[in-house]
């Protein structure tokens, strides 16, 4: 096994002299006038441009000091310095995730897991077990199941949910969060009938036959819903807050975005932040439509430090592929009765989208379908031209399917490509079959928009995806899908290279979130933020970057996950 040593040493650190610092100062790159506690060794991408690889980093407190050789980086060890070796692994700048949804995925660890059921039985029978250890009356949520999984892909209905759930109301997602299916008891309590009318930018899934709503709700549809979903307490959101803040630290996460956060959520941040509990930093997006309670938070608190930062605002433009409600210009091929449609009415959206600019919030909003991505840019444009230049950062949420000509768009306007290479290799088993073969080469393409100087940040989308930037890095750099039909790659020429795809998962991440001054590259004056490892990512087979493992994860100078 390679050497991986870490030594936390409780006794307090030496101070060096200052002749010690000075020399080593001669030689690398140092910032510091406090001691010198910890020394990481090993091959390191910094993600500097200026200094991108080095064999050691310095640490002092909560911040980088100096990164360099390994040799004479030792000049600044002392006895009481804790040294930890990569041991033949590859160290990387923390890495960022930005786009989760973070406290829903800390409910969904302890809910229902439907994600890899094969068979709409297997479905049914997940539930069904899951239900024998839940009280009569007790909501089944969660769920993330993918009816593209299962034979002839059809859309599960209540009557399989209420053939095992008479007594327990159940409404359970689809993967992309943007299509559920309920039982009769969650219907009834949610007060959907067969004349419950559709809702803008909602559908609610009707029986062709008998007219009566099949259980499927997708988009807008799903309020009514939701408003039926008891809430959780705060000691709920508290242990499922603990959940996934353990969970990231081990996929090497040291920063997100959390979007759509609803305020349960930003103060159950802040409750973990006082508990001193909080292990990775957050940027906190809630809802557009709350602009006006989000610029009077910021002006009556501030916006918060490099921990916690109410950042802005997210909205939406449209739906998902997989529910066939992302926004196209032509028909569905798979469904020409449908082209999708806008979630918020594209009036709705540049009014909010105004006012926030207008308080100097950040927006970013999720656009998939080539129509809404267009809207979307059109939306930006003009607020840019009325409100005049700034370093706003608009950011385009998944920018899953764009023409070329707003490729070019994006460049021009400075717009923050926010995507998920994850998606590519999980809805790249069956996009065609939706967009046809011409409409899909325009489905994440990476390349295009690093080649046109687009700002690329990565994250997952977490539920919808895995939060592991390891599988993301793998789906970036070989587009393989999950089906093994593409070992060559899907829209292999979008391909981007393996340092590319770590500085979307670190310096542009922290560029989109306005971070980059404190996080995001090892560079002295940084904040000690570093993930390890098991192996060295650039001198394996690229096919086999799936199988990387962290062993340590590092956040503000703590050790916040270490591999038994």
Not at 300 to 318: T, Y
């Amino acid at each position: 096994m390679p050497n991986f040593r870490v030594n936390l040493a409780a006794r307090p650190p030496v101070r060096l002299s200052a002749l010690s610092v000075l020399l080593a100062m001669t030689t690398v790159s140092c910032q510091t006038s406090h001691p010198v506690e910890t020394i990481v060794y090993g091959r390191t991408w910094t993600g500097d441009s200026a200094k991108p690889w080095v064999t050691a980093v310095a640490i002092a407190g909560d911040t980088i000091v100096a990164t360099g050789d390994s040799a004479d980086l030792a000049k600044l060890v002392g006895p009481q310095t804790r040294v930890i070796s990569g041991g033949g692994g590859l160290i990387v700048p923390g890495l960022t995730d930005e786009h989760v949804h973070f406290l829903d995925s800390g409910y969904q660890l302890s809910s229902v897991d439907l994600r890899d059921a094969s068979t709409p039985a297997e479905f049914v029978t997940r539930i069904k077990n899951f239900i024998a250890e839940r009280k009569p009356g007790e909501w089944v949520l969660g769920g993330n199941w993918d009816h593209e999984k299962w034979p002839g892909s059809p859309l599960p209905r209540r009557e399989w949910l209420d053939s095992v759930s008479s007594k327990n109301p159940v409404f359970v997602q689809r993967l992309d969060g943007h299509m559920g299916v309920a039982n009769s008891v969650a219907l009834k309590a949610a007060g959907i009938t067969r004349n419950t009318k559709d809702v803008p930018g909602g559908t609610i899934v009707r029986d062709p036959r008998t007219h009566e709503p099949t259980g499927v709700l997708k988009d807008n549809a799903m309020d009514q819903m939701f408003g039926a979903i008891p809430s959780g307490t705060a000691e709920q959101d508290d242990a499922a807050m603990h959940r996934a803040l353990e969970f990231v630290a081990s996929k090497g996460v040291t920063a997100v975005s959390a979007v759509s956060s609803p305020w349960n959520e930003v103060a159950a941040f802040k409750r973990a932040r006082a508990a001193g509990t909080l292990t990775m930093r957050v940027s906190i997006y809630p809802a557009l439509s709350q602009w006006h309670r989000v610029a009077d938070t910021v002006k009556a608190d501030g916006p918060g430090d490099d921990w916690i930062r109410l950042a802005g605002v997210k909205g939406f433009a449209d739906g998902s592929l997989g529910s066939t409600t992302a926004w196209f210009f032509e028909p569905y091929t798979d469904d020409p009765t449908t082209s999708g449609f806008p979630v918020t009415p594209p009036d709705s959206l540049h009014a909010w989208i105004s006012a926030a600019d207008s308080l100097g919030l950040q927006v970013v909003v999720h656009a998939i379908g080539e129509r809404a991505n267009a809207t979307l840019l059109d939306i930006y444009d003009s607020v840019i031209t009325a409100h005049g230049p700034r370093d706003r950062r608009f950011r385009i949420e998944h920018a899953q399917h764009l023409r070329p000509q707003d490729v070019d768009r994006m460049a021009r306007l400075n717009i923050v490509a926010s995507m998920q290479p994850y998606h590519v290799i999980d809805d790249g088993r069956w996009a065609a079959k939706r967009l046809g073969p011409v409409r899909v080469h325009d489905a994440y393409v990476f390349r295009a928009l690093l080649d046109h100087k687009v700002h690329l940040a990565f994250g997952s989308d977490w539920m919808v995806a895995p939060i592991d930037p390891i599988l993301g890095l793998y789906a970036a750099v070989t587009r393989r899908t999950l089906d093994g039909k593409n070992p060559g790659g899907w829209l292999p020429d979008q391909k981007i290279s393996l340092e590319e795809a770590l500085r979307s998962y670190t310096v542009e991440g922290a560029y989109g979130a306005f971070a980059e001054q404190y996080r995001g590259s090892l560079t002295p004056g940084r904040k000690a933020d570093l993930v390890i490892f098991d192996r060295d990512l650039t001198k394996v087979p690229a096919e086999t970057l799936d199988q990387a493992s962290v062993k340590l994860t590092m956040v503000g100078g703590k050790v916040v996950y270490k591999a038994n």
